[in-house]
């Protein structure tokens, strides 16, 4: 007579497959169960933002409603560049620092109390420490600096 072919182990492995469907079952059937009673419309989904950029749950009042705005009027980037006063560019400084064998220096201007950059090529006149200069400003590649440099 010939033994089952039936062992412990397939026992057991075939007890956890009918348990794990079982579960999987009753999971299904609680699922549905909650979904149906809870049925959302669409309106209780909603969200609404109010006057002050937050997110509430009622429909913004209509009294409230901000002014309109023109597209043109929004400026996006750099805006134009106005035209500049030649008087405004013309300063007045002491030579703070100078380095002759450099070639450059730094002038101290009286009114806004800055520290342009002059370099010898600038130059009209020779200049040197604590002298007193009138100058024109120009923006260099590094900042702004002097050109025209006369003595006062």
Do not use: C
């Not at 009673?37 to 409603?65: F, Q, V």
């Not at 620092?97 to 450059?104: H, M, T, V």
Request: proline residues 5%; charged residues 35%.
């Amino acid at each position: 007579m010939a033994k089952s072919q039936e062992t412990w182990n397939k026992k057991e492995r075939e007890k956890k497959k009918q348990k794990s469907k079982q579960d999987k079952q009753e999971k299904k059937l609680e699922r549905k169960q909650n979904a149906a009673g809870e049925g959302k419309s669409l309106d209780d989904m909603m969200a609404y933002i109010d006057e002050n950029g937050n997110i509430t749950s009622t429909p913004p009042d209509p009294t409230k409603k901000r002014k309109v705005i023109n597209a043109e009027d929004i400026e996006v980037g750099v805006p134009k560049q106005r035209p500049v006063d030649p008087a405004d560019l013309i300063g007045k400084g002491v030579v703070s620092i100078f380095n002759e064998s450099k070639g450059y220096g730094f002038i101290q201007d009286t009114q806004s109390q800055e520290r342009v950059f002059v370099h010898i090529n600038a130059l009209t006149e020779a200049i040197k420490e604590n002298n007193k200069v009138t100058f024109e400003v120009e923006m260099g590649p590094k900042g702004p600096s002097a050109v025209n440099v006369k003595l006062a």
